[in-house]
C-alpha cells in the first residue's frame, strides 16, 4: 500500500490516496476528491480471477496494484470532466429529503443458530486455554455468538426490525441517495433504473451497516451474503428501493 503523511505519522493508504496525489497534480493542489462508494456490496477492487493476467498486465506497465486501480479512475475523471467542462448552469434545484426506515431484520434459521454457538463455543474455549489465541479466535467468538443473540431475540420477538437512515439529495437533473448497507450491486440498479432523475448516484456505507444481499446471493451462500454478514435481509433490501424510488419521485413532483 501507499504511505500518506498525516501530521508527523505516516499511515498506509488505499488507491484513494493514489487517485488523489494524480488528481490534484491535474487540476491543482486546491482540488478536494472525494470518493463515493457505490452499492458495491458484492464486488471488489481486489481479483479474484484473472489475477496471472492483470500481474502481467502491470508488470508490462511497471505499476502497483494501487497504481492501476488509480489510474483507471484518474482516467474516467478526465474524460468526463473533458466532456462536461463547459456544461455550466448557475441556476438548479437543491432539494433534500430524510427518511428513517423500519426494515425487516434477516430472520436466523434454528439451524444458522445451532452452528453459529457450536463455532462461537469452540474459539470461546480455544481463547480460555491459550489468551494469546484471542487475536484470532476473538473475531469469531463474537461474529457467530451475535447470531444466537439474534436467534435467542426472536423467540420473544418474531418480527425483529432495524431502524436505517437514507437521503435523497436533487441537484438539478441528477440524484444522490445514500444508505447505510454494503449493499447488493442489483438493489443500486433497481433504484437507477426506476428512477426520475437524468443520473442516479447510489451511495452506501454512509452510516454503519451490513452486507445487504439479494435473494439470489442469499440462496447461494458466501461470506457476504450469509446471515453473520446481515442484519437486514433480501425483503428488506427490495422495501428500500421501492422507498427510496418513491422519495426521488416526490422530488420531481414537488418541483413541479
Not at 211 to 219: F, G, I, R, S, V
Request: charge should be neutral; aromatic fraction near 6%.
Amino acid at each position: 500500500m501507499a504511505q500518506e503523511v498525516e501530521g508527523d505519522t505516516v499511515v498506509d493508504a488505499d488507491y484513494w490516496h493514489a487517485v488523489r496525489v494524480k488528481l490534484k497534480k491535474r487540476f491543482g493542489p486546491d482540488l478536494l476528491v472525494m470518493g463515493w462508494i457505490g452499492a458495491a456490496g458484492d464486488q471488489s477492487p481486489h481479483l479474484m480471477y484473472r489475477k496471472a493476467a492483470e500481474e502481467r498486465m502491470r508488470k508490462f506497465t511497471n505499476t502497483t496494484r494501487i497504481d492501476a486501480i488509480a489510474n483507471r479512475i484518474v482516467k474516467a475523471v478526465e474524460e468526463a470532466h473533458e466532456t462536461v467542462k463547459n456544461d455550466r448552469h448557475s441556476n438548479v434545484v437543491l432539494a433534500h429529503k430524510v427518511e428513517t426506515l423500519t426494515l425487516p431484520m434477516r430472520i436466523v434459521t434454528e439451524s444458522e443458530s445451532i452452528e453459529s454457538r457450536k463455532v462461537s463455543e469452540e474459539a470461546a474455549a480455544k481463547i480460555a486455554a491459550d489468551p494469546k489465541s484471542a487475536a484470532s479466535e476473538h473475531v469469531k467468538m463474537v461474529w457467530y455468538g451475535d447470531v444466537v443473540k439474534r436467534f435467542e431475540m426472536q423467540k420473544t420477538n418474531p418480527n425483529p426490525t432495524h431502524d436505517t437512515e437514507i437521503h435523497i439529495i436533487r441537484l438539478g437533473d441528477i440524484v444522490i441517495c445514500t444508505n447505510q448497507f454494503e449493499l447488493f450491486t442489483d438493489f443500486g440498479l433497481r433504484m437507477q433504473a426506476r428512477s426520475k432523475a437524468l443520473q442516479t448516484f447510489v451511495i452506501q456505507l454512509a452510516g454503519p451497516g451490513t452486507y445487504l444481499p439479494t435473494a439470489k446471493a442469499k440462496a447461494g451462500g458466501g461470506y457476504s451474503a450469509v446471515c453473520q454478514s446481515n442484519t437486514v435481509g433480501p425483503e428488506g433490501g427490495q422495501i428500500l428501493v421501492d422507498r427510496t424510488v418513491k422519495l426521488i419521485d416526490d422530488l420531481w413532483q414537488d418541483a413541479k
